[in-house]
């Protein structure tokens, strides 16, 4: 462990620092130096490691937590690198997975009061962290989405999120409206369904509060006091596993039923056994042929929402749109674009101010080098059929059309209906050429 800097009652290790005042309590700040956003990586894992040792050298005099974000987010996710992450490449990364849901377990169980100030949105492995405090304070800000939509990506919660969220809200929600579907929660939706336990203008601030109104000594989860009901049981629901089957069918993704079994496991388990038999799950789904494929997907769509420079083509001598609505609902386009944002082709002989001026007006975009030919429409007119979609779109290729390749896979599934588990119709294009 490297040394901890100290200058008074402030400390830091890697991506954490935290500062004891007066009366006990303890506001740990996540803050990675020199990134705009906090990742889960491993200065993260070594920063909350070393807050964690001392906190629990120091309980005798510790009142509680406050657990925030310096930056604009709390926390974003997983630090991946953008492109196709292999399973491999991903069971390397994940190597910090049970570290960091053992860090999530030592913080729930220290036996003091914890809260999460959420300043901004949360994502992954971040909403878990948070779901592992015994409180959480958010804004009531519109633009802050806090969401666990790992099945988008083909997985599931992993870092005790599944666990959590199954003994909170009960199985059926769990699977249906939670983490099932991936859904993608605004403070006051996450409010409204226990996600979060209070919104505030000064989440700090109310979060300390919070801590401080608690009577000094010993505190637990609610689920693990005595006396405490899973909502709905611990049973599996009736029709649970049909309406699964129902909302699954044509999809090779196990993603689904997978949260069904998790959920349906764990709710009568102790919490440590249930956190094993999520992670047991995760790998397994860790493992599955759609993996590299979504994953591929999931940084076409961060691409395109403008968390990367779009590619320059050369493209006609002005602007000319094409607009399509999005016909799919996908958990991780929510994530990155609003329900109703419409997919709009560009041609332009300034393909970056053009992207700003749709993304400002909350369109995604897609760069072409010819505005008379749509390359939505051609994978419309050629569906639903995917084998169809696909010729349509190398028929367009071959005849010269240049497209954002991002943009266009992007597009394919979200506006062309082409299936979300091939990554989109140009990476599974790709694929059939590779072989892969």
Known sequence: MTNIQRSGAVRREGAVRWEWDAEGVVTVILDDPGRTANMINRRHHEGLEACLDDLAAHLDRLRGVVL????????????????????????ATYDLLVPLRDQARRLETLGRPVAAALNGSALGGGFEL????????????????????????????????????????????TVLDIVGPGTVFHPRSALAAGLVDELA?????????????????AFTQRWERPGYRIPGGTAEPSGLAEEVRLRSAGSPVRALATVLDVAVRSAGAPADEAFEIETAAFRTLLGA?????????????????????????????????????????????????????????????????????????????VVTNDGTTSFVQALRDAGPDPAAMTAAARRALDAGLVVDPAGADVASVLAAGFPPWTGGVLHHLSTISTGR
């Open 68 to 91: 925030t974000s310096a930056k604009r987010s709390f926390v974003a996710g997983p630090e991946f690198e953008p492109g196709e992450i292999t399973p491999q490449e991903a069971a």
């Open 130 to 173: 948070a779901l592992a405090c015994h409180h959480r304070v958010g804004p009531d800000d519109p633009n802050v989405v806090w969401a666990l939509a790992e099945t988008g990506m083909g997985i599931l919660p992993a870092g005790g999120g599944t666990v959590r969220v199954t003994r909170m809200a009960g199985i059926a929600a």
């Open 201 to 217: 203008d000064d989440v700090v601030a109310a979060a300390r509060a919070w801590v401080l109104a608690r009577p000094p000594g």
């Open 289 to 365: 042929p759609e993996f590299p494929a979504l994953s591929h997907l999931f940084f076409a769509m961060r691409t395109v929402a403008g968390t990367a420079t779009p590619t320059a083509y050369p493209v006609a001598a002005a602007p000319a749109r094409h607009e399509f609505p999005q016909l799919v609902a996908h958990p991780l386009a929510a994530v990155f674009f609003a329900p109703d944002a419409p997919v709009v082709e560009i041609a332009s002989d300034a393909p970056v101010r053009a992207v700003a001026e749709v993304r400002a007006r909350g369109g995604i975009p």
